[in-house]
């Protein structure tokens, strides 16, 4: 990946630019000075070098094969790819694919099957996913296809808004905000619930909005402004309104699965800065289901 150095950073140390322009870590920096992986105009550089305007830093961070999980295999699932460019890729996952391999998912993740699209590609891949959804959770996932995309992402706040539709039991308030502190419950190494005070807990905020009420639910566009596990089944559970589906926290069977997916999502470009909004359209279990609710109110 090659950089030009602005005449901000003429007369900078090389340092400077990678750690203040690039906000690079100092983990990922190491690395490459370790395996010869910065250059500038062509050249192995220190990073003491000075640099002048126009100058050009070249950094080899794209994945080898000796980087990639010799545990993760190829799996032939359908991809659904709404962008992507060399620095990153975002998929609209389907509901009941889990993101990441773990226990009983060897071979059924969306891993598995980025994994395979590479191999068909001939390119080495490595997993890393810059948000997370639950297995049952439909919607909107950032890959990072370098080591960059995904230190810009992790050090920086670039997805600085993520909105899913929830179907929610009743009728719902027009708009709100939801807070207070998550943590499991009880001895539970799943199941999380709202307290009042912080003790070994984390600090939840999420915002809502009533979209529609009819035939019993409510379709309700939520914001999490904290990214806490289980976040959004937790609050609007604890509101009086479980999610439809969501038998964890109370909303029964009625769905397969919890009716709540991630729509939109906002995010600033890792290389070129630039604002994107990425969305994705309502999975058919979750539009059938208002379907059905409409026609019967």
């Given at each position: 990946m090659e950089f030009l150095v602005d005449d901000e950073y003429a007369g900078k140390l090389l340092r400077d630019f990678l750690f203040k322009?690039?906000?690079?870590?100092?983990?990922?920096?190491?690395?490459?000075?370790?395996?010869?992986?910065?250059?500038?105009?062509?050249?192995?550089?220190?990073?003491?070098?000075?640099l002048e305007g126009g100058d050009k830093v070249s950094l080899k961070i794209e994945d080898t094969y000796a980087d990639c999980d010799k545990a993760l295999y190829p799996t032939d699932l359908p991809l659904d790819i709404i962008f992507e460019d060399e620095h990153i890729m975002a998929i609209n996952k389907p509901p009941y694919m889990p993101t990441h391999l773990s226990h009983g998912h060897r071979t059924d993740t969306l891993a598995n099957a980025l994994k395979a699209e590479f191999d068909r590609r001939g390119l080495p891949f490595v997993m890393r996913a810059v948000n997370r959804l639950d297995t049952d959770t439909s919607g909107i996932v950032i890959i990072a296809k370098n080591r960059y995309s995904a230190d810009r992402f992790a050090k920086?706040?670039?997805?600085?808004?993520?909105?899913?539709?929830?179907?929610?039991y009743g009728e719902i308030a027009e708009c709100g905000e939801i807070k207070g502190y998550i943590r499991r419950l009880g001895e539970s190494i799943i199941t999380r619930a709202v307290y009042e005070n912080g003790k070994t807990s984390e600090?939840?905020?999420?915002?809502?909005?009533?979209?529609?009420?009819?035939?019993?639910?409510?379709?309700?566009?939520?914001?999490?402004?904290?990214?806490?596990?289980?976040?959004?089944?937790?609050?609007?559970?604890?509101?009086?309104?479980?999610?439809v589906g969501d038998d964890l926290y109370g909303g029964g069977f009625e769905m397969k699965r919890q009716a709540l997916h991630a729509g939109t999502l906002r995010?600033?470009?890792?290389?070129?800065?630039?604002?994107?909004?990425?969305?994705?359209?309502?999975?058919?279990?979750?539009?059938?289901f208002l379907e059905e609710k409409q026609n019967e109110s």
């Open positions: 322009r690039l906000m690079l870590s100092r983990a990922i920096v190491a690395d490459l000075k370790n395996n010869g992986g910065i250059t500038v105009n062509g050249a192995l550089a220190t990073a003491r070098y000075v920086t706040n670039l997805c600085y808004e993520k909105l899913y539709t929830a179907i929610v600090f939840s905020h999420t915002r809502y909005e009533r979209l529609a009420s009819f035939g019993g639910i409510s379709v309700v566009r939520c914001e999490p402004v904290t990214g806490r596990t289980h976040q959004l089944r937790v609050h609007l559970s604890s509101i009086g309104h479980p999610i995010f600033v470009h890792p290389f070129t800065g630039q604002a994107h909004e990425l969305t994705a359209p309502l999975p058919n279990d979750m539009a059938d």
